[in-house]
């Protein structure tokens, strides 16, 4: 009896001893991970810390700013163009969203799903699209577009950017884990390809439906090179352009980082609000 019992006792001492071992293993990593931290987050913190800062006084890094003013944001929100420059990234962005999260989807449901001639084909052909850099075909773009009077118009800053190939890769690997079966019993109940993609494909790729918004989102707000040759007057032009017409005024570095302050706003908003989608597509990705 004696000896039966001093297993359990033993055991649990290990298992004790091996708590601890790694508890105390954890702390350089810990701390490394929040050095990675501070460092990756100390340039934002920077610019928000400059762009409350008094025009023309001292602030960092040379020292602590005496005292914090929105008087910076407030001059750029007043800016002319600001608010027409801000409601053009937020068409340009949600409209690209919304249609490329639609037809990729669509694409990476067919991909994945379904059974027709040339498939592979077709899918690594568009998938090595992904190998051209954008820069090599902006000016043949740039010339159809010029050929179809799509230029400074918003549906020739949307259109061009809509076939993302990297959109419906990520949606046919999420879907080709989805199970057959799901599927099949929708076609014996009698339900059309629309009806299977509403009531199955959507609710469960909405964790990556939300982790691929943000990223579209994020691209198309900061997007640069494309809106400035397209968006040629300020009706077409979007914040990214907009602002870099200031840097050619007599501003303050103050007012500079305010600007780039105000741009970095909504992408943070957008991450905040689909963080929990985020961390969901995550922990699927992790289960499949």
């Known amino acids: 009896m004696t000896i039966t019992a001093s297993r359990p006792v033993a055991q649990v001492g290990a298992a004790r ?10 702390w350089p990593l810990a701390a ?5 931290s501070v460092l990756t987050v100390s340039p934002f ?11 023309g006084r001292p602030t960092v890094p040379a020292q602590w700013p005496d005292s914090l003013t929105f008087d910076n944001i407030a001059r750029v929100l007043s800016a002319s163009g600001f608010a027409t420059w801000t409601v053009n990234s937020l068409v340009y962005a949600v409209v ?12 990476g449901y067919a991909f994945a799903k379904k059974r027709f001639p040339g498939r592979e084909a077709m ?6 699209t992904m190998m051209v850099p954008f820069q090599a075909t902006l000016i043949p773009t740039f010339v159809l577009v010029n050929s179809l009077d799509g230029v400074d118009t918003f549906w020739g800053l949307i259109v061009p950017t809509l076939a993302n190939s990297q959109a419906v890769f990520l949606m046919r690997q999420f879907i080709l884990g989805l199970p057959d079966e799901l599927f099949d019993a929708a076609k014996v109940d009698g339900a059309s390809e629309w009806r299977v993609y509403w009531t199955i494909v959507v609710p469960l790729t909405r964790p990556i439906l939300a982790t691929l918004g943000v990223f579209v989102f994020l691209w198309h707000w900061n997007d640069f090179l ?3 040759v397209v968006g040629q007057s300020d009706a077409t032009r979007t914040l990214t352009v907009g602002l ?10 103050s007012v500079l980082m305010a600007s780039a302050a105000v741009s970095v706003v909504p992408c943070l908003l957008v991450f905040f609000l ?12 992790g289960l499949k």
């Open 226 to 228: 494309w809106p400035l």
């Open 45 to 55: 913190l920077a610019m928000f810390v400059v762009a409350l800062s008094p025009a």
């Open 123 to 128: 899918f690594w052909t568009f998938l090595a």
């Open 96 to 107: 690209s969203v919304v249609i490329i999260l639609l037809t990729s989807s669509m694409a």
């Open 32 to 36: 490394l991970l929040a050095l990675l």
């Open 274 to 285: 689909l963080q929990r989608y985020l961390v969901n597509s995550i922990a699927m990705t």
């Open 17 to 26: 001893v091996a708590r601890r071992r790694w508890r105390r293993s954890r």
């Open 244 to 253: 870099t017409t200031l840097r050619t005024e007599e501003l303050q570095l």
